[in-house]
């Protein structure tokens, strides 16, 4: 089976600090990405990668950067964390880019900033 | 933009009711169409997807049908369970863009 593990199920952190989110997956899989997840919003997509050492932003990406130096790890950073950035985030890997390309997610961190 | 359409929540439901989670989307390109289910406490995980028209998605229960002319692919199973309390996201898959685009998720719960 697909496993997308992500290294914190909750997380506190205080206004200000610089936020690392880790996500690992153990398929090969090219493709990796970053979603928020917000009550009445649905996911949106920060950011995704195709490949090692690329990156592509998505539809909210102020606030955050990326980093995938290893094609299983593509870690979510949280420059200075803000209270607005209080959310749960999804990483998401998929192995191609063909029509029947479903995504797989890890369990989700759940971030407080306060 | 691409963008996802579906049913505002929260659905209530009566065990062994029939259920509809209604989704409709617009799309640049020929997209395909799942759903994802996501239990407590857990990930999304897929629970059916169709990639062309007239293709019909379906898994425990579970389908949908892929309506190019009406832009939809509503979700219906003929008796829920307990079990199939969740929030139910609709989304689509562009493949030119190489990104899925979610719904806002319609929450379930079925009572006994």
């Known amino acids: 089976d697909v496993k997308v593990t992500q290294s914190s199920r909750y997380l506190v952190k205080r206004t200000g600090e610089k936020v690392f989110l880790e996500c690992v997956q153990d398929?090969?899989?090219?493709?990796m990405f970053w979603y928020r997840q917000d009550p009445g919003l649905g996911l949106r997509l920060i950011y995704f990668s195709y490949d090692v050492k690329m990156k592509e932003k998505g539809d909210i990406p102020e606030g955050y950067s990326v980093s995938r130096e290893k094609k299983e790890r593509f870690s979510l950073i949280l420059e200075s964390a803000s209270t607005n950035q209080t959310s749960m985030y999804l990483c998401a890997s998929s192995p191609h880019r063909g029509r029947d390309t479903e995504a797989f997610f890890g369990q989700g961190t759940r971030l407080t900033v306060v | 933009g691409d963008s996802v359409t579906q049913m505002e929540g929260p659905v209530t439901l009566s065990e062994e009711a029939f259920l509809t989670i209604n989704c409709t989307y617009t799309?640049?390109?020929?997209?395909?169409l799942f759903w994802y289910v996501q239990y407590p406490g857990e990930g999304l995980q897929l629970l059916l997807k169709?990639?062309?028209?007239?293709d019909k998605g379906s898994n425990k229960g579970f389908e949908a049908t892929y309506r190019k002319e009406t832009t939809s692919f509503h979700l219906e199973k003929g008796s829920v369970q307990v079990s199939d309390s969740a929030v139910y996201f609709c989304a689509l898959y562009n493949t030119n863009a190489g990104k899925s685009t979610f719904g806002d998720g319609t929450t379930l719960t079925v009572k006994p």
């Open positions: 169709a990639t062309k028209a007239d």
């Open positions: 398929m090969d899989h090219e493709n």
């Open positions: 799309a640049t390109g020929y997209p395909s």
